[in-house]
């Protein structure tokens, strides 16, 4: 039997969805995984990309089914298992195999796996994939970090599988060991400001304006064939239109108000803090999942603290829709800003020179943040160089028209008591971004008071001390 060109470990959702997609591509792919039985049900269960399914029980089979030099894709839950696949692929692999870990692992842990294999003899990449179990099987969007002499040894079976934009590939070689890692964590705490924003927003047609979730749909259904349009809209409109068929309710009625939250939202928040780079709209997407996740506690505080009220609109229903829309945009404007201004900064710590033109492009397909908003940001950011995505013309263009709205809104918010920690955020971090002059004067002369820290004064070089106790 002809050998594989290809292997892949760990045939759970992603794996066997993406595994699926390589061998429909016209590639020979060896598989194999943990819990053995999965192997063989795996390739029954492939109808007619069987034929190009070497299904394997041992690593050693694996090793010997694959032709030198070896690609190999491990696809397992991140953390320890990795280190462990690793470790055991050590043993049947030679110089020259190429170990993948798509998986979404910490780029930290990305970084030492390079480390730990330099002088091995083989190599490593670490992968982002995004998009799901939908984008495994038709095509994800593919984030590589590694050296660019390994992205050209995979370059065609991962450009391949990618999804297409307009006929371009989703998938790109974006800097050394953790950069793809790091693009996709990042990629995955603008989805969570995102999908929170969008929440949000939900909360007000649904408390404040007391609609229902079939009325709700199709507010984003239109939505979605405007500025918004993106796939987290869209399916937003589907999901909100959908009836429990247990109780005949709207589903998104029974379903608890309970969101949980896994790695990457959580580390673009702490690599985002690390980096010093103000990601407060991702950072409060992550907090409103752990408050949602304290239902027990807040059942008690809307007890001890009575609901949100109603307040008594002083527009008409349609201004106020228009101004949801406008809000969600410029909230959504912040985030992504603040994203990128993160990937910037971690590209110029860790020596990546991220291509943030191309980024964008690789998220417009594939991916669950998947828009044409990001074929904006790509233009933008291949233009002049500009510091954030807020002070690109078009983006300049675009937030001084929204940003009245995310204002009204925010303040309806707060009037109503209706939480909306996202778009608060992004509003703040806009209003700061753009204020000339700030208050943290009076926090420098604070400083100085109690820690004689010192200060800048205006115009003047050096560091001074105030007169404070009465000493000049
Ligand atoms: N689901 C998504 O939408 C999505 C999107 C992008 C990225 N990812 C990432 O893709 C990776 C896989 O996710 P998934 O959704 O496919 O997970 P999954 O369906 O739960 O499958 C997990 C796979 O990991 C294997 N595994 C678990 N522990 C292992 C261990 N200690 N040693 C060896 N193999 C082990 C499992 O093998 P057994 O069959 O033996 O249990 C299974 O093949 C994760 O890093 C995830 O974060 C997921």
């Known amino acids: 039997m002809a050998q594989a060109e290809i292997g892949l470990i760990g045939l759970g959702t992603m794996g066997s969805n993406l595994a699926l997609n390589i ?3 016209g590639h020979r792919i060896a598989v194999f995984n943990r819990t053995v039985s999965r192997v063989d049900a795996f390739k029954a269960d492939a109808g007619q ?15 010997a089914a694959i032709r030198p030099p070896r690609p190999i894709i491990l696809m397992v839950v991140a953390g320890k298992p990795v280190d462990e696949q690793i470790a055991a692929l050590r043993a049947v692999l030679s110089a020259n195999d190429i170990i993948i870990d798509a998986g979404n692992a910490d780029f930290n842990d990305t970084r030492r796996r390079f480390a730990e294999l330099e002088g091995s003899g083989l190599t490593f990449i670490g992968m982002g994939v995004s998009g799901g179990e939908e984008g495994a099987r038709h095509g ?12 050209k040894r995979v370059e065609s079976v991962l450009t391949a599988i990618s999804a297409k934009y307009e006929g371009e590939d989703c998938a790109a070689w974006l800097g050394t060991d953790g950069a793809g890692h790091f693009v996709k964590t990042i990629h995955n705490g603008i989805e969570y400001a995102d999908m929170q ?13 007391g609609m229902k979730a079939k009325e709700i749909a199709p507010v984003f259904a239109k939505w979605n064939k405007g500025r918004l349009n993106s796939y987290l809209i869209e399916i937003t409109a589907e999901v909100l239109a959908v009836d429990d068929p247990k109780t005949r309710k709207p ?13 990457t939202g959580k580390w673009s928040a702490i690599e985002a803090q690390k980096l010093g780079i103000p990601a407060t709209a991702i950072e409060a997407a992550v907090a409103a999942r752990v408050i949602s996740s304290l239902k027990g506690e807040r059942e008690a505080a809307e007890k001890a603290y009575g609901k949100a009220r109603k307040v008594k609109l002083d527009t008409s229903q349609a201004a106020l829709l228009k101004d949801l829309e406008l809000a969600l945009f410029a909230g959504k404007i912040a ?4 994203g990128f201004a993160v990937m910037d900064a971690a590209s110029r710590t860790f020596g990546w020179n991220l291509p943030l033109p191309t980024i964008s492009k690789i998220w417009r397909a594939g ?4 828009s044409q908003f990001l074929g904006q940001i790509a233009d933008s950011f291949a233009g002049d160089k500009v510091d954030n995505l807020l002070m690109a013309p078009a983006f300049i263009e675009m937030m001084k028209k929204s940003h009245p709205s995310l204002r009204r809104i925010v303040a309806f918010c707060a009037e109503a008591g209706l939480p909306a920690p996202a778009l608060s955020s992004a509003l703040a971090y806009f209003d700061g971004y753009r204020q000339a002059r700030g208050t943290s004067n009076l926090i420098q002369a604070q400083r100085d008071f109690f820690g004689a820290h010192g200060f800048e004064r205006i115009g003047e070089q050096g560091a001074f001390h105030g007169p404070w106790g009465g000493e000049g």
């Open 140 to 151: 994800p969007s593919i984030m590589v970090g590694g050296t660019e002499q390994s992205w």
């Open 23 to 25: 061998a429909e591509k």
């Open 49 to 63: 990309l069987a034929d190009r399914i070497v299904p394997c029980h041992s690593m050693e089979e694996l090793a």
């Open 197 to 209: 924003m969008i929440a949000e927003i939900y909360g007000v047609l649904r408390d404040g304006l």
């Open 335 to 338: 985030a992504y800003a603040q």
């Open 251 to 263: 589903i998104v009625d029974v379903i608890l108000d309970r969101a949980g939250q896994k790695g």
């Open 367 to 370: 991916g669950i943040i998947r």
